[in-house]
Nanobody, 112 residues
Framework: QVQLVESGGGLVQAGGSLRLSCAAS????????MSWYRQPPGQQRELVAL???????NYADSVKGRFTISRDNAKKTVDLQMNTLKPEDTAVYYC??????WGQGTQVTVSS
């Protein structure tokens, strides 16, 4: 069982930055595939970035070069640094472990 708690969402102007953080508890964090998903208003949830147990990162094409996922296995955290934000990045962002356990989500709103 894994519990996930996100933080760091908010309102930002286009071109700005935000950093999301996800704290995990309850399992061996280092073996988990940790991901960030988002769900824009009226749309389906989509994968934004993931970090494998070995620390390899993958990104959706729409965020490559702007977002960076990083994990700290000792602290059991995974962060998402989001730069050069665009209005289309507006969504509820979710942290996930092995695409099975989910956080409650945090709202990110980017104004134009």
């Amino acid at each position: 069982q894994v519990q996930l708690v996100e933080s760091g969402g908010g309102l930002v102007q286009a071109g700005g930055s935000l950093r999301l953080s996800c704290a995990a508890s309850g399992s061996i964090f280092s073996v988990l595939v940790m991901s960030w998903y988002r769900q824009p208003p009226g749309q389906q949830r989509e994968l934004v970035a993931l970090s494998t147990a070995g620390g390899i990162a993958n990104y959706a094409d729409s965020v490559k070069g702007r977002f960076t996922i990083s994990r700290d296995n000792a602290k059991k955290t995974v962060d998402l640094q989001m730069n050069t934000l665009k209005p289309e990045d507006t969504a509820v962002y979710y942290c996930a472990a092995n695409a099975k356990y989910w956080g409650q989500g945090t709202q990110v709103t980017v104004s134009s």
